[in-house]
């Protein structure tokens, strides 16, 4: 069974419209990290947020947020107000307790102008 | 913040090549190093985590002989792909962990190998 599920393959909005990226989990920790990377054309991983498993507050950065639930095993992501600038492959990932980080499948996000 | 270099950027040979990439932490120690691959359009799959002074410790389905790690010192992992074939080609990208409890990893820009 897949840790990250990343149920969306691709997106696409037109510009402006908010957008949410979906991520379920799945541990058996009690203990772990959760992350989402943005990866460009140029193919480096853009860090964005890392929230541990006990910290359950949401998180908004400019024009992204996030929504952690544990009851649902979710860590959805939220663009609001999309740019051109935000197309790219996004993942989501996990840690466990031997800090190996594991990927979802990632959601390929087009905005359209 | 931690930075995590990686080179060469960008490696274009011809098969039976054995290509070497190097991971470097520039401003921290990292005592564990992580590799990934990325083949077009996929996810990045953990290959090999790099331990320094150790053997590294292979993730299920990677040849270790083939894929071959070197961790000799505590900023510079490296990962040489022997004899490589057009199968190798894929993004190959390090990460490093920052010493002291639950620091994150920092990723290196990554690697595209091309074997012709």
């Known amino acids: 069974a897949q840790k990250v599920t990343q149920a969306q393959t691709e997106i696409s909005v037109v510009e402006k419209e908010d957008v949410t990226l979906d991520c379920v989990y799945e541990t058996r920790d009690t203990t772990y990290y959760l992350f989402w990377y943005k990866q460009p054309p140029s193919g480096e991983l853009v860090f964005l947020i890392r929230?541990?498993?006990?910290?359950?507050q949401n998180e908004i950065s400019g024009r992204y947020s996030w929504n952690f639930q544990k009851s649902t095993s979710s860590f959805n992501f939220t663009i609001t107000a999309s740019q051109v600038v935000d197309s790219a492959v996004y993942f989501c990932a996990l840690s466990e307790v031997d800090d190996k980080i594991i990927f979802g499948k990632g959601t390929r996000l087009h905005i359209l102008p | 913040g931690a930075v995590v270099s990686q080179h060469p950027s960008r490696v274009i040979c011809k098969s039976g090549t054995s290509v070497k990439i190097e991971c470097r932490s520039l401003d921290f120690q990292a005592t564990t190093m992580f590799w990934y691959r990325q083949f077009p359009k996929q996810s990045l799959m953990l290959m090999a985590t790099s331990n320094e002074g150790s053997k590294a410790t292979y993730e299920q389905g990677v040849e270790k002989d083939k894929f071959l790690i070197n961790h000799a010192s505590l900023t510079l992992s490296t990962l040489t792909v022997t004899s490589a074939h057009p199968e190798d080609s894929s993004f190959y990208i390090c990460s490093a962990e920052t010493p002291g409890l639950n620091q994150p990893q920092h990723f290196g820009d990554g690697t595209r190998l091309s074997i012709l």
């Open positions: 929230r541990n498993s006990f910290d359950e």
